[in-house]
Nanobody, 120 residues
Framework: QVQLVESGGGLVQAGGSLRLSCAAS????????LGWFRQAPGKEREFVAA????????NYADSVKGRFTISRENAKNTVNLQMNSLKPEDTAVYYC?????????????WGQGTQVTVSS
């Protein structure tokens, strides 16, 4: 099992920045990918960004490319999401998720989420 705890959400004006963090604990040695998803009110959960734990390969949704940066701190078992040039449409609950080497393409572990609100 892997436990994930997000932090860093809040209220920011459009054009501002926020940094989200996700602390992983438990069987983190089996982690393959750590990713961020978000869900806005009335919408389905959508992919935001992901990073492979070992190689650090990153992937982003088109809507956040050039504005968001995902990074990892292996020694701290933490993955971060730096969000710049925020827009009101970025408002959502942001979730951290992880897959294991056993099922690398399935996000089996999820955090509770952290609210990000961008005012216009």
């Amino acid at each position: 099992q892997v436990q994930l705890v997000e932090s860093g959400g809040g209220l920011v004006q459009a054009g501002g920045s926020l940094r989200l963090s996700c602390a992983a604990s438990g069987r983190t040695y089996n982690t393959y990918i750590l990713g961020w998803f978000r869900q806005a009110p009335g919408k389905e959960r959508e992919f935001v960004a992901a990073i492979t734990w070992s190689a650090g390969t990153t992937n982003y949704a088109d809507s956040v490319k050039g504005r968001f940066t995902i990074s990892r701190e292996n020694a701290k078992n933490t993955v971060n999401l730096q969000m710049n040039s925020l827009k009101p449409e970025d408002t959502a609950v942001y979730y951290c998720a992880a897959s294991s080497v056993v099922r690398p393409n399935v996000y089996d572990y999820w955090g509770q989420g952290t609210q990000v609100t961008v005012s216009s």
